[in-house]
């Protein structure tokens, strides 16, 4: 009976620390976001419409967008793939024109002389309201 106890705890401490270390399903703008080398990217798309990425602290604050360059390269169900400039604006954000029908991206912020990037699928692309 100890034993069992004791293998329980064992597995809900486990648990517990994973739960810790893995992201919020929703960024702090409503968008999708993933770990990315210390960092977070939140991705926010409204298909045909806009594009915003942000790079986020661990703590999910928004990292000033000043001397960081980004772009984001949209992969498409035909196997081509379009490379986009993101320009940096207000908010610390960045954004792009799309273009529609891309089932994957991955977006690349390069600070510090560092790249961070992280992938999104289809399904991730959902803006929340």
Known sequence: MKKKITHALFLITI???????SPPS?????????KAEGYYVEMKNNPDTSFFAYLLTKKLKTVSNKDV???VK??????TATDVPLKA??????TGKI???????KITF???????????????QVVQK
């Open 26 to 34: 929703q960024g702090p703008h409503g968008g999708a976001i993933k």
């Open 15 to 21: 648990t517990a620390l994973l739960a810790l270390d």
């Open 99 to 105: 273009i529609p029908g891309f089932y994957a991206c």
């Open 110 to 124: 390069h600070i510090y002389e560092k790249e961070v990037s992280a992938q999104f699928a289809k399904e991730d």
């Open 74 to 79: 949209l992969f498409f169900p035909d196997s």
């Open 69 to 71: 360059t980004a772009e």
């Open 89 to 94: 604006i207000a908010g610390n954000a960045f």
